[in-house]
């Protein structure tokens, strides 16, 4: 079992940063490929980024490719979510999700969410 908890959201403006993290626990934990989705309202769960156990290697949506950046410290189990040039269409609720080969939204584990919202 894996426990996953998601932190960073919040309000943002168009242009600003955020950063997401996502700490995991449970056994085998560190074994985990990781990533985050997002979802809004009424529509599927869009895949953002993913990165293997060791953090050697990532994978990104086209619609955040160089802007986003995932990043995995190994000693704390944390996956994060740097989010640069945010746009408003980047307002969903992000979560993370763990398995022990990324399966985008069949993953088995998840977070609760984190919300990321456009201030303006």
């Known amino acids: 079992q894996v426990q996953l908890v998601e932190s960073g959201g919040g309000l943002v403006q168009p242009g600003g940063s955020l950063r997401l993290s996502c700490a995991a626990s449970?056994?085998?934990?560190?074994?985990?490929?990781m990533g985050w989705l997002r979802q809004a309202p009424g529509k599927e769960r869009e895949f953002v980024a993913s990165?293997?156990?060791?953090?050697?290697?990532?994978y990104y949506g086209d619609s955040v490719k160089g802007r986003f950046t995932i990043s995995r410290d190994v000693t704390k189990n944390t996956v994060y979510l740097q989010m640069n040039s945010l746009r408003f269409e980047d307002t969903h609720v992000y979560y993370c999700?763990?398995?022990?080969?990324?399966?985008?939204?069949?993953?088995?584990?998840w977070g609760q969410g984190t919300q990321v919202t456009d201030s303006s």
């Open positions: 999700a763990a398995d022990k080969v990324w399966l985008g939204a069949l993953s088995d584990y």
């Open positions: 449970g056994r085998s934990a560190s074994d985990y490929s």
């Open positions: 990165t293997t156990w060791n953090g050697e290697n990532t």
